[in-house]
């Protein structure tokens, strides 16, 4: 990295700055790259499939570690899904699978590298609210380094994430309030005892991990570009990471063209997709940025690793899905649960409600005509189906009752 710029003034800081968001307007920052300077080096890493996400090293901030990474983050598979595609038309529909990280969802990859810089800068005790996922991965990868976690959670949040993260032996503090309670008070506690804070968005180095999502499509389909990722999006900060991932590809020379970045949110979380409509109904020729306020919504869905009231890294999707062309879709939260036993019963792949809205917006896209048979999509698989069970089920239903008999068999099975 050789520093960061201001995402809302495009103020500049150098790589020495130690603080989190840009001194001058309190905007989120993203880390920047001399991309001639590594050009090298990044040609000979994707040479190579990757083992791991710091396989990536050459694009990614803080030192290059002497010791591996304890746990295996990233190198999750891409997987062709032509039976569920062929449900709605596609013929080239790809799930990417974080499913299979360690602690099960897409989070250990910012995890992992915010770890490595609080290494870097001597911090012991890391902290981060979540609305779940972003507190299993923190405790699950601090377990793993040894480092001390305090993770701030609504108390809703669903017991397969509070147990992950109770089980990893972090310090858990269920808020009584909703996410955005959780973060406002994860941020002052942080100051209050000088604490390095991992939250969404306010760090930067979060949509640096997440942005190895990208790095692995792009090889796993041997230097295509797709057309098109479907990103689920809560604060945000996921879809800009994905983003910057095509974007530092771009920048290195290795792609002449970028891919379409769609944001999937529920009707009952929508906030990026309201903003997104609202800019596009304005057709402006340019957006000047620092004038943009992204839309607070009362996030209601059952989705709840998407449900946010107010965007951190809001401004950050909102760029990315109007730069790049992309949709903004919003789709009702049966629909997302339909989608979880759609994508399980036609792929074997099980995502909680956030992971599967992605193929129940596509699916919207596709009733639309928004989007082609032909094109190449990648759906963003985010985050296991086994961290929410009670809303699967809700879906999946219940299995069949029956005495130990054959008899009870056949009349179950209706015979066959
Ligand atoms: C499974 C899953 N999918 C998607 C997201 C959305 O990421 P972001 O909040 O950065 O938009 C999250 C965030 O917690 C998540 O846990
Ligand atoms: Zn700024």
């Given at each position: 990295?050789?520093?960061?710029?201001?995402?809302?003034?495009?103020?500049?800081?150098?790589?020495?700055?130690?603080?989190?968001?840009?001194?001058?307007?309190?905007?989120?920052?993203?880390?920047?790259?001399?991309?001639?300077?590594?050009?090298?080096?990044?040609?000979?890493?994707?040479?190579?499939?990757?083992?791991?996400?710091?396989?990536?090293?050459?694009?990614?901030?803080?030192?290059?570690?002497?010791?591996?990474?304890?746990?295996?983050?990233?190198?999750?598979?891409?997987?062709?899904?032509?039976?569920?595609?062929?449900?709605i038309g596609l013929n080239h529909l790809y799930l990417k699978d974080d499913t299979v990280n360690p602690s099960a969802s897409i989070k250990d990859r910012a995890s992992a590298v915010v770890l490595r810089r609080a290494i870097d800068v001597g911090a012991d005790v890391i902290s981060a609210a979540s609305t779940g996922n972003a507190g299993s991965s923190l405790a699950c990868l601090a377990a793993a380094l040894g480092m001390r976690a305090v993770i701030f959670v609504p108390a809703t949040a669903p017991i397969a994430k509070l147990t992950q993260m109770m089980s990893f032996g972090a310090q858990v503090l269920a808020v009584q309030g909703n996410y955005d309670d959780a973060f406002d008070l994860s941020l002052t506690?942080?100051?209050?005892?000088?604490?390095?804070?991992?939250?969404?968005?306010?760090?930067?180095?979060?949509?640096?991990?997440?942005?190895?999502?990208?790095?692995?499509?792009?090889?796993?389909?041997?230097?295509?570009?797709?057309?098109?990722?479907?990103?689920?999006?809560?604060?945000?900060?996921?879809?800009?990471?994905?983003?910057?991932?095509?974007?530092?590809?771009?920048?290195?020379?290795?792609?002449?063209?970028?891919?379409?970045?769609?944001?999937?949110?529920?009707?009952?979380?929508?906030?990026?997709?309201?903003?997104?409509?609202?800019?596009?109904?304005?057709?402006?020729?340019?957006?000047?940025?620092?004038?943009?306020?992204?839309?607070?919504?009362?996030?209601?869905?059952?989705?709840?690793?998407?449900?946010?009231?107010?965007?951190?890294?809001?401004?950050?999707?909102?760029?990315?899905?109007?730069?790049?062309?992309?949709?903004?879709?919003?789709?009702?939260?049966?629909?997302?649960?339909?989608?979880?036993?759609?994508?399980?019963?036609?792929?074997?792949?099980?995502?909680?409600?956030?992971?599967?809205?992605?193929?129940?917006?596509?699916?919207?896209?596709?009733?639309?005509?928004?989007?082609?048979?032909?094109?190449?999509?990648?759906?963003?698989?985010?985050?296991?189906?086994?961290?929410?069970?009670?809303?699967?089920?809700?879906?999946?239903?219940?299995?069949?009752?029956?005495?130990?008999?054959?008899?009870?068999?056949?009349?179950?099975?209706?015979?066959?």
């Amino acid at each position: 990295m050789d520093g960061y710029v201001c995402i809302v003034c495009e103020k500049k800081q150098n790589e020495e700055f130690a603080g989190f968001v840009c001194p001058a307007c309190g905007g989120n920052l993203d880390i920047s790259y001399d991309y001639a300077s590594v050009a090298d080096k990044v040609r000979q890493t994707f040479c190579l499939p990757p083992t791991d996400m710091f396989h990536y090293q050459a694009l990614l901030p803080g030192a290059v570690s002497p010791t591996p990474f304890p746990l295996r983050v990233g190198a999750t598979p891409l997987y062709p899904v032509s039976r569920l595609g062929a449900t709605i038309g596609l013929n080239h529909l790809y799930l990417k699978d974080d499913t299979v990280n360690p602690s099960a969802s897409i989070k250990d990859r910012a995890s992992a590298v915010v770890l490595r810089r609080a290494i870097d800068v001597g911090a012991d005790v890391i902290s981060a609210a979540s609305t779940g996922n972003a507190g299993s991965s923190l405790a699950c990868l601090a377990a793993a380094l040894g480092m001390r976690a305090v993770i701030f959670v609504p108390a809703t949040a669903p017991i397969a994430k509070l147990t992950q993260m109770m089980s990893f032996g972090a310090q858990v503090l269920a808020v009584q309030g909703n996410y955005d309670d959780a973060f406002d008070l994860s941020l002052t506690a942080s100051r209050e005892f000088g604490w390095f804070n991992r939250s969404t968005g306010y760090n930067a180095f979060t949509r640096e991990g997440k942005k190895t999502c990208s790095y692995e499509i792009w090889q796993a389909l041997d230097g295509r570009v797709p057309d098109r990722l479907v990103v689920a999006s809560g604060d945000g900060n996921l879809l800009s990471g994905i983003w910057k991932g095509w974007r530092d590809l771009h920048a290195s020379g290795l792609i002449d063209r970028l891919p379409k970045i769609d944001c999937a949110q529920s009707t009952a979380s929508d906030a990026i997709c309201r903003t997104v409509r609202r800019l596009r109904e304005q057709a402006e020729a340019r957006i000047d940025w620092s004038t943009i306020e992204v839309d607070q919504v009362e996030a209601s869905t059952l989705a709840d690793s998407i449900a946010v009231d107010q965007p951190r890294d809001g401004l950050a999707a909102v760029q990315a899905v109007i730069n790049s062309g992309g949709e903004a879709i919003a789709v009702a939260d049966e629909e997302i649960l339909l989608a979880i036993t759609e994508m399980a019963r036609l792929t074997g792949v099980f995502a909680e409600p956030a992971a599967a809205t992605p193929f129940a917006a596509l699916k919207q896209m596709v009733a639309n005509n928004t989007i082609g048979a032909d094109e190449y999509v990648v759906c963003v698989v985010s985050g296991s189906g086994l961290k929410d069970i009670a809303n699967a089920q809700a879906v999946a239903g219940k299995p069949v009752v029956i005495e130990p008999s054959l008899a009870a068999v056949k009349r179950a099975l209706g015979g066959k």
